[in-house]
């Protein structure tokens, strides 16, 4: 069998060695692409944000994590990355190899546990395990719906960039969602394509998630943000809910009804800009935001309102609050481990 080279770029292990040691993720990096000239693409970061940028920049199939970092250590760094990336394997190679350690790490879903203090002795072990979990495909991640939201799983495709086909089985119908390097490009349920079908897939409730290889589809039927896609399901489902007789949105028409006269569609708008962050203001996420640090400031001058107002008075938590003009559309989603800022504008007159 022939080895990979860098003409042959499918075969390569794409591989993230987060490590505030720069001498030794050089020492790592340089032992990976010498030992095997071609199999491995080597990506390396110091902390935890040069590691995030990287993840929404490129596709990786194996992260290698130390714990001791500053600002968000190597535990905390691993619970983050199995939210926002469930199906990415992530390997631990720490100094700090106590038990307790061991034991934490693999609860939250580590997939392997190495001390540094074995790499003298036991760097062709290391190897070796390395390349059987790079190897190993992502495709074919699955869960129930009851213990996640659809939503979820494609903000975590759509953050991640993966390409994959999202199939969804439910007592009320099968569909589909069609991700290419993370844009929702097609969706269909039964006889229904586009929009109102990602719409309806959104609302299956009650069933089985299987995450598939990406097959294009036969034509892109959306073209609209994943982000504004899926905060319009939510309207819809909250509209639909609100109706007489608690109907959900997963018995909603095939097209949103028609909205005011003197407003524009949410599924017309343009996303202007998106930032994501988590509970304590840590970002994840920006595009098209010039004033991300306002943005983050605001979301917790909200959070804060929304705590006293809670406490204040008789009031239900709310977790989303939607500011409407008449061009722009602010949608921001509260929950406790992470922050949504969304504006949408109308598109201009002609377009």
Sequence with gaps: M???????????????????????????????VSRAPGAWVVHTADNYA???????????????????MPVMDGLQLLTLLKRTHPGLPVVILTSSATSENRTQCLQNGATLFFDKADVAGGL?????????VAATPAEGFHGMLRQVGISDVIQMECLGRKSSIL?????KGTGQVFIEEGAIIHAEIGPVRGEPALFQVLALTGGEFLIKPFVKPARRTIDAHWESLVMEAARLFDEASAAPGGTTASAAPESPPPPAPAETPATQRRVQEIVLC?????????W????????????????????SLVQSLPLTRSDRLEIQA?????????QQDRRVFVRSAAPPAGA
């Design 2 to 32: 022939t080895e990979p080279t860098p003409s042959n770029p499918a075969r390569a292990r794409r591989i993230l060695l987060v490590d505030d040691d720069t001498a030794f993720t050089d020492f790592f990096k340089e032992f990976l």
């Design 50 to 68: 040069p590691a995030l940028a990287c993840l929404k920049e490129h596709a990786v199939d194996l992260v290698v994590l130390d714990l001791t």
């Design 124 to 132: 062709e072990k290391i190897y070796a395990a390395l390349e059987s």
């Design 167 to 171: 199939e969804v089985t439910s007592p």
């Design 278 to 286: 988590s509970g304590t203001g840590e970002l994840f996420y920006e």
């Design 288 to 307: 098209q935001s010039a004033g991300v640090e306002n943005r983050i400031q605001l979301l917790s001058l909200i959070a804060r309102i929304s705590a």
């Design 326 to 334: 008449r061009e722009d559309r602010v949608v921001i989603l509260l």
